[in-house]
């Protein structure tokens, strides 16, 4: 299988990119920060340098996608942006920033690439949201603008699963809870997660792989806690 996952250079989008290759499956990250990844061995692994809060660094990202592969089969969308500060005191371009990682890039992203997407087998989106975005959810001081974004996720899941269900595409979002990465450290200093970075990556590579059999539109919790 040909899977796109963005944000893959750390935490959950590093494990589960490894677990893919480590299956034989051609993996395509994209991702700001390509260190991590270069160290590793793999011949299926395709690292390309992407700011997802740039349209022309994604359209550069799809053409060489475009150069490597004709059809794609999973598309996860990882990456995410984070701010902590109280309401009134996010400026507009830290806000726009979490905007356009969490919600324009997946919209984009995914955009660019629909042609390829359920050519030969059913296709699978997935976009990796929050508990702090689903609706009647404990909600947190300081993280106004990124629930947000994670809500408006759910939103766009459930707009786009209706628009691609004759394409042979399935959409669905899947709602973490605690795991113990930079990015819960951000939210919430000190706290100590249930769950470590590898056991949520390998929820989510079983899921990518056979979800779409049973869900599509869905938001899904995933999680054992709160936050």
């Known amino acids: 299988m040909n899977i796109i996952i963005t944000g893959a250079s750390r935490g959950i989008g590093f494990e589960t990119a490894q677990l893919f290759l480590n299956q034989g499956h051609q993996v395509f990250c994209l991702t700001r920060n390509t260190e991590t990844l270069h160290a590793l061995n793999f ?4 690292t390309i340098s992407t700011d997802l809060s740039s349209t022309e660094s994604i359209d550069a990202a799809v053409t ?14 990882n990456a995410g942006s984070i701010v902590n500060k109280p309401f009134d005191k996010i400026d507009y371009q830290e806000l726009e920033i979490v905007y356009k990682v969490n919600v324009f890039a997946p919209y984009y992203l995914t955009q660019q690439l629909l042609h390829l997407l359920g050519r030969h087998s059913k296709a699978h989106i997935i976009h990796i949201s929050s508990m ?3 609706q009647g959810s404990s909600k947190f001081p ?12 759910s939103g766009l899941t459930e707009c786009m699963a209706e628009e691609l269900k004759d394409k042979n595409i399935s959409v669905n979002c899947l709602a973490l809870g605690a795991v113990q990465t930079e990015m819960l450290e951000a939210a919430f ?9 590898i056991q949520m990556a390998e929820y989510i590579v079983d899921f990518a792989l056979k979800g779409h059999l049973y869900y599509n539109g869905k938001i899904l919790p995933v999680s ?4």
Request: no cysteine; aromatic share 6%.
């Open 43 to 46: 011949s299926n692994l395709h």
């Open 64 to 77: 060489i996608i475009k150069s490597k592969i004709n059809t794609i089969d999973v598309v996860i969308h």
């Open 132 to 134: 702090g975005g689903f």
């Open 142 to 153: 300081g993280l106004s603008a990124y629930s947000s974004s994670k809500a408006a996720v």
């Open 189 to 197: 200093p000190g706290y100590q997660a249930p769950l470590q970075p």
């Open 224 to 227: 054992s806690s709160t936050p």
